[in-house]
């Protein structure tokens, strides 16, 4: 094995997936959907994909817009009372066909979960039915040897997550010195609060 070519070829595939994928008008309903949320924001996603969803929720707390992640599993176990009135939910999932994911979305629309938000690959996928709005990750190939260890899945999840979070923080109007407020700590900390700009 060339290691050099190889690993080469694992950035390509990763970034191929990511510029394969089809921005459509899905993707402004979703900003607005977030931004215009009457309850909580939520994230959701199981294995590497709630690592995904961990820290989209993570992103969004850091650039103006409260958001706490649920672990799927956990909410069969009580944490699904963290579901209520009004709340957005943005659920990842490769596959689209979850257990856990899929079963936490039914339930939670009767504590009156109003807007799920889907990202998703898979087209014959139950997330894709239970989602009011669907952002399509398209059709992915792994560049693992077995195909089967999500890598470029992951890649595209993490941009498409980061694009919903820096375009919602732009049409809200967050500013370095509101960004400042919520990094009291660390280097970011320190730059949002020096930096003239």
Do not use: W
């Amino acid at each position: 094995m060339n290691v050099i070519q190889r690993i080469r070829e694992v950035l390509l595939a990763e970034a191929d997936a990511i510029r394969a994928v089809q921005v459509t008008s899905a993707y402004e309903q979703a900003v607005l959907a977030l931004r215009d949320c009457r309850g909580k924001v939520l994230t959701t996603g199981m294995g590497k994909a709630g690592h995904v969803a961990h820290k989209f929720a993570a992103t969004l707390c850091s650039t103006g817009t409260p958001a706490a992640f649920i672990h799927p599993g956990e909410a069969a176990h009580g944490d699904l009372g963290l579901i209520g009135p009004n709340d957005c939910i943005v659920a990842l999932s490769t596959s689209g066909k979850t257990n856990e994911i899929i079963e936490m979305l039914e339930l939670g629309r009767h504590l009156g979960l109003q807007t799920i938000i889907g990202i998703t690959s898979h087209p014959d996928s139950r997330l894709r039915e239970l989602s009011d709005v669907l952002l399509d990750m398209g059709v992915i190939r792994e560049p693992c040897p077995l195909g089967l260890t999500p890598s470029a899945s992951i890649a595209v999840m993490l941009a498409i997550t980061d694009a919903l979070a820096l375009t919602l923080m732009e049409l809200k109007g967050v500013t370095k010195h509101d960004y400042g407020l919520r990094h009291h700590g660390g280097y970011l900390g320190r730059k949002a609060r020096t930096d003239n700009v």
